[in-house]
């Protein structure tokens, strides 16, 4: 199966922190995630990530089987 790391846009920072769901309920997948990296596996994805004050980013995104990913938010980065 395919992982793919990114990185968030304000998860890097001091206070900040991100996060990567998939799923809702009872069914939810939350990602793996080391610093400001989220490790994701194919699917349907909604990730975010905050500064710990105001600054908020969220989007949904596709990653697929090939390691490919659509939709990625402003400021967020795949690592090749």
Do not use: H
Request: charged share 30%.
């Amino acid at each position: 199966m395919v992982t793919v790391k990114i990185y968030s846009r304000y998860g890097g920072l001091s206070r900040g922190k991100c996060w990567g769901r998939q799923g809702t309920g009872d069914a939810v997948r939350w990602a793996d995630k080391s610093g400001s990296a989220l490790y994701l596996t194919p699917g349907r994805w909604v990730v975010g990530s905050d500064d710990g004050f105001r600054r908020k980013d969220r989007g949904d995104i596709i990653v697929k089987d090939d390691g490919t990913v659509d939709g990625l938010p402003s400021g967020w980065r795949k690592e090749d």
